[in-house]
């Protein structure tokens, strides 16, 4: 059973760019969350999505977005990069959610704003 | 909000010795997992455990949630036991699913 794919592993970026991130969960699992992790703020909630929709939403501004296709594969979206957007973002998959069940995270994409 | 504290911060060890790691939430929770974040940054799922104990190999843990509080044991130490484990919570009432992470303990094993 294949596990959590994240793309790209390592990306860099400038600052005023956007960038997107891919996260395909494990098979048969509907719900994809998505972390932000950084030395300063440790790890933080960003958005879950469940079935193509948006459950929950972190404390984060409007530049974060994120989408759910119907095979159940979430994209991220950072729009005009700054560079304390620099960490890693860790995308998680479970099969209802976060609330009733196991977490399985993917290798995470290493953004760096320069 | 919830604040998810976990305790030590640090720890070395040596390689056969034992540890505790204690994770501290100041709400009722819904779900408690742990993870080990391995060099390479990635989460591994160590146990889901909302309450009680369990299992696996040299590695145990024990939710009291009435207490709130978690432990998670790890016997005869190896290298690759290195790294920063994490408790996780989510928060009730349900339909949160907000995973909160703990401030994380970093481990340290030496041969």
């Known amino acids: 059973k294949a596990g959590v794919t994240q793309t790209p592993r390592y990306l860099i970026k400038t600052r005023g760019q956007q960038v997107t991130l891919s996260c395909s969960p494990i098979s048969g699992h509907r719900s994809v969350s998505w972390y932000q992790q950084t030395p300063g703020q440790g790890l933080q909630f960003l958005f879950e999505?469940?079935?193509?929709?948006?459950?929950n939403k972190g404390n984060f501004p409007g530049r974060f977005s994120g989408r759910q296709f119907s095979n159940s594969r979430s994209e991220m979206n950072v729009s005009t990069l700054e560079l304390g957007d620099s960490a890693l973002y860790l995308c998680?998959?479970?099969?209802?959610?976060?609330?009733?069940?196991?977490?399985?995270f993917g290798e995470g994409s290493r953004l760096t704003v320069l | 909000g919830i604040q998810v504290e976990q305790s030590p911060p640090d720890l070395i060890l040596q390689e056969g010795a034992n540890s505790t790691l204690r994770c501290n939430f100041s709400d009722s929770v819904n779900n408690l997992q742990w993870f080990h974040q391995n060099p390479w940054g990635q989460l591994i799922n160590l146990f889901y455990i909302p309450s009680g104990t369990k299992q696996n190999g040299r590695l145990s843990a024990t939710t009291v949630a009435t207490e709130r509080y978690s432990l998670l044991y790890i016997s005869s130490s190896q290298t690759t036991d290195s790294g920063v484990y994490f408790c996780?919570?989510?928060?009730?009432?349900?339909?949160?699913?907000?995973?909160?992470f703990g401030t994380g303990t970093r481990l340290q094993v030496f041969p």
């Open positions: 996780a919570v989510v928060v009730r009432p349900v339909n949160t699913d907000k995973l909160i």
């Open positions: 998680a998959s479970s099969f209802q959610g976060p609330n009733t069940g196991e977490l399985f």
């Open positions: 999505y469940f079935s193509e929709t948006q459950r």
